[in-house]
């Protein structure tokens, strides 16, 4: 059962701009928080943006000025708004889904969705 469904990725020049999304689905209950992370090869997955259900938001700071997440509540769907994207952006890009509280707590990946930006 796919729970997360993610998308938006694809190739853009520098300086262009792409809009990721991500639908939780209906048996993902208790979200408390949403948000994606990246991860290039080699490399460990690293937080890009996360926003609670009540819009409090957190970026990495190369994240900062030029990326917007956002959420949908009654559409269990978040989405990251990336502009003025740099060749350093390039990764696959995962929503990440926080569910439950205290030992209910659960953590959902995305399949990913690769981010090219390249001339």
């Known amino acids: 059962q796919v729970q997360l469904v993610e998308s938006g990725g694809g190739l853009v020049q520098p300086g262009g701009s792409l809009r990721l999304s991500c639908a939780a689905s209906?048996?993902?209950?208790?979200?408390?928080?949403m948000g994606w992370y990246r991860q290039v090869p080699g490399n460990e997955r690293e937080l890009v943006a996360e926003?609670?259900?009540?819009?409090?938001?957190n970026y990495a700071d190369s994240a900062k000025g030029r990326f917007t997440i956002s959420i949908d509540n009654a559409k269990n769907t978040v989405y990251l708004q990336m502009d003025n994207l740099k060749p350093e952006d390039k990764a696959v890009y995962y929503c990440?889904?926080?569910?439950?509280?205290?030992?209910?707590?659960?953590?959902?990946w995305g399949q990913g969705t690769q981010v090219t930006v390249s001339t």
């Open positions: 209906r048996s993902i209950f208790e979200i408390i928080d």
């Open positions: 990440h889904v926080v569910a439950g509280r205290g030992h209910e707590r659960r953590y959902y």
């Open positions: 926003i609670t259900l009540g819009g409090t938001t």
